[in-house]
């Protein structure tokens, strides 16, 4: 996987790719909209609006239907434009998938591997948690690390967060 010119060769997670990301969404640009990419189950691979359950990411209410609009054209147009808007989600998070689970960590504050939630600072830099964290590459944390720094202006010190231990008088 080749992401901000750096070519990252070994894989940073169990199956290769973090499963959770947020995009600016297809449908309304001045929103973010959550992904997230199961790895098991009978929609293993396919990308589905987060949080699974709670979501109506392209739902269509009839309060939704302009005036006067007839009811089921109106409906099949809307759906098409929200199956559009899903290939374009995915074309998204597929272009650079290290960016969009970063900002996921960082929007959501969960770990952009396994969803939970970050309570650690020092995962909250790197956008995932100490158990999916384990044995990732040294270049890709570093990447996910400048990741935050360029969301943040700057702020996140690469040299502090990958050594082992924090600097005296720091949090």
């Not at 007839?70 to 650079?96: C, K, L, S």
Request: aromatic share 10%.
């Amino acid at each position: 996987m080749t992401t901000a010119g750096m070519e990252v060769t070994a894989a940073p997670w169990a199956d290769g790719v973090p499963r959770y990301f947020a995009i600016e969404d297809p449908l309304d640009p001045a929103k973010v909209s959550y992904w997230y990419r199961p790895t098991g189950g009978r929609h293993a691979g396919a990308f589905t609006p987060w949080p699974l359950r709670r979501n109506t990411w392209g739902a269509l209410y009839r309060k939704d239907v302009p005036l006067g609009a007839d009811a089921r054209t109106y409906a099949v147009e809307h759906f098409a434009r929200v199956a559009r808007a899903r290939q374009d989600a995915e074309r998204e998070i597929d272009r650079d998938p290290v960016a969009a689970a970063q900002r996921f960590a960082r929007l959501a504050i969960r770990c952009c591997c396994c969803g939970k939630a970050l309570t650690d600072d020092r995962s909250k830099v790197y956008g995932i948690g100490p158990e999916c964290r384990r044995g990732a590459a040294p270049a890709f944390l570093a990447l996910l690390v400048e990741q935050v720094k360029v969301a943040y202006g700057g702020t996140a010190s690469t040299s502090d967060r990958l050594g082992s231990t924090p600097r005296a008088g720091s949090r």
